[in-house]
């Protein structure tokens, strides 16, 4: 099993920045892939980022392309996404995600075997 526990989630005002963490803990040797997905009110759940292990490769949907930086630390077992230049539109739920693979499909919510609670980001003034 693996453990994730994100943090960072909050209220900001439109063009404003937040840093979202996720710890992850127990069986970290099977992390492969992590990923951002989101799931606003009303709204299936969707991809955000997704970075392999080595952060060799990552990739982000076209939505949050430019604004937000998907990054680990390996040492620590964390990862990160820092959202810059944020819109109401991007108000949902954020969760952090681990497959212990590579994903043929990286932004297939149903890759993915672990999965945090979420932490909630409200965009509004």
């Known amino acids: 099993q693996v453990q994730l526990v994100e943090s960072g989630g909050g209220l900001v005002q439109p063009g404003g920045s937040l840093r979202l963490s996720c710890a992850a803990s127990?069986?970290?040797?099977?992390?492969?892939?992590m990923a951002w997905f989101r799931q606003a009110p009303g709204k299936e759940r969707e991809f955000v980022a997704g970075i392999r292990w080595s952060a060799a490769t990552i990739y982000y949907a076209d939505s949050v392309k430019g604004r937000f930086t998907i990054s680990n630390d390996n040492a620590k077992k964390m990862l990160y996404l820092q959202m810059n230049s944020l819109k109401p539109e991007d108000t949902a739920v954020y969760y952090c995600?681990?497959?212990?693979?590579?994903?043929?499909?990286?932004?297939?919510?149903?890759?993915?075997?672990?999965w945090g609670h979420g932490t909630q980001v409200t965009v509004s003034s």
């Open positions: 127990g069986r970290t040797f099977s992390v492969y892939t």
């Open positions: 995600a681990v497959a212990p693979y590579w994903p043929a499909n990286v932004g297939a919510s149903d890759e993915y075997r672990y």
